[in-house]
Nanobody, 130 residues
Framework: QVQLVESGGESVQAGGSLRLSCVASGNTYSKYCMGWFRQAPGKEREAVAIIKSDGPTFYAHSVKGRFTISQDNAENTLYLHMNSLKPEDTAVYYC????????????????????????WGQGTQVTVSS
């Protein structure tokens, strides 16, 4: 089992910045895809930023140039640095992870769908006011 615990969500003014954190514990492996998804009221959960353990990253078009995903492997922590926040960034942000056994096939690219991740945090609320 894997546990993911997010923190850092707050209410901020438009143009502000936030840093979300996600600490992973339990049965983690060195090969993984980890990322941040968000879900606004009445909308489907969508991928925001994803990082693969060997480097490649994905960003949703709406956050490119404003958000940065990073990781601290020593601390098993995933971050999402969010700058120039907009009201449309308001959502519950979820940390997600998919781990691969050492001998298992490791895809060249991470999935960007909800179905591609088997482990989820409880979510942290980000509210951006205009």
């Amino acid at each position: 089992q894997v546990q993911l615990v997010e923190s850092g969500g707050e209410s901020v003014q438009a143009g502000g910045s936030l840093r979300l954190s996600c600490v992973a514990s339990g049965n983690t492996y060195s090969k993984y895809c980890m990322g941040w998804f968000r879900q606004a009221p009445g909308k489907e959960r969508e991928a925001v930023a994803i990082i693969k353990s060997d480097g490649p990253t994905f960003y949703a078009h709406s956050v490119k140039g404003r958000f940065t995903i990073s990781q601290d492997n020593a601390e098993n922590t995933l971050y999402l640095h969010m700058n120039s926040l907009k009201p449309e960034d308001t959502a519950v942000y979820y940390c997600a992870a998919q781990y691969y056994l050492p001998w298992a096939y490791f895809p060249a690219q991470c999935s960007v769908t909800v179905e591609g991740f088997g482990n989820w945090g409880q979510g942290t609320q980000v509210t951006v006011s205009s």
